[in-house]
């Protein structure tokens, strides 16, 4: 269902160099034709019965639900945010892999990620073998959604985004930011764009990145994950 797309020797190089000054590189286009809006639309079909919403800090232990309803979110949009300039915050909507051999079009995708072909391609660029994901999941951030600084320390070697939003403005916010060490000075920030892979680094003490809050009435869709 899902091809990568053929990129030429120049794009190669240029995508190793990013990756190389930088420990980050957007792959424009990663897949063929119209897959990426196919499954753009998958996502934003889905009921909201369908997503779970992960919000910190909010219960204790507790960071992901099921089956929230509206006035439950909105109570947890405001802990998340009271917290946000003091400690790890984030509210936004998840959905989780099936099951293997799922062949609804997030499970297919999923797996193509995880094939020779994909890993074997990233690998080349980031100059580093990868095998494969220990997670990937489905996000959607709506208005008020957000993610504060943080490093993903322990989650592998490669952390990605795919991008999957149509149409995003820049006044609705929620771009990816990467940060620099001193967790302050902006280094990349990446606009939220359909069929766009961003690979980054997050080995040993990890990488401090972002998403900033949502502001406008728009969903920002992804499908994130880590590589190991």
């Known amino acids: 269902m899902y091809q990568l797309s053929q990129f030429d020797e120049d794009q190669i190089i240029s995508m190793k160099e990013d990756f190389k000054q930088k420990g980050i590189v957007n792959i424009h286009n990663l897949i063929k034709g119209d897959q990426a809006e196919m499954l753009s639309k998958f996502l934003d079909d889905m009921k909201d019965s369908e997503w779970d919403v992960s919000i910190c800090p909010y219960q204790p232990g507790v960071y992901t639900f099921q089956g929230a309803n509206e006035d439950f979110v909105q109570k947890g949009i405001e802990s998340a945010t009271a917290a946000m300039n003091r400690e790890l915050s984030y509210v936004f909507?998840?959905?989780?892999?099936?099951?293997?051999?799922?062949?609804?079009?997030l499970c297919r995708f999923a797996s193509f990620l995880c094939s020779k072909e994909v890993t074997n391609f990233i690998s080349e660029i980031i100059g580093s073998q990868i095998s494969t994901s220990i997670s990937i999941f489905a996000s959607c951030y709506k208005e008020k959604c957000f993610l504060t600084t943080h490093t993903d320390t322990g989650r592998g070697k490669i952390a990605f985004v795919f991008n999957l939003t149509q149409g995003w403005k820049d006044e609705y916010g929620g771009c990816f930011e990467l940060l620099e060490s001193n967790w302050s000075t902006s280094k990349v920030i990446v606009k939220p764009e359909i069929n766009n892979l961003t690979i980054f680094n997050v080995e040993g003490d990890g990488v401090p990145h972002r998403v900033l809050p949502v502001t406008g009435k728009a969903k920002r869709?992804?499908?994130?994950?880590?590589f190991i």
């Open 93 to 105: 909507y998840r959905r989780d892999v099936h099951y293997d051999g799922c062949p609804c079009p």
């Open 221 to 226: 869709l992804a499908i994130a994950g880590w």
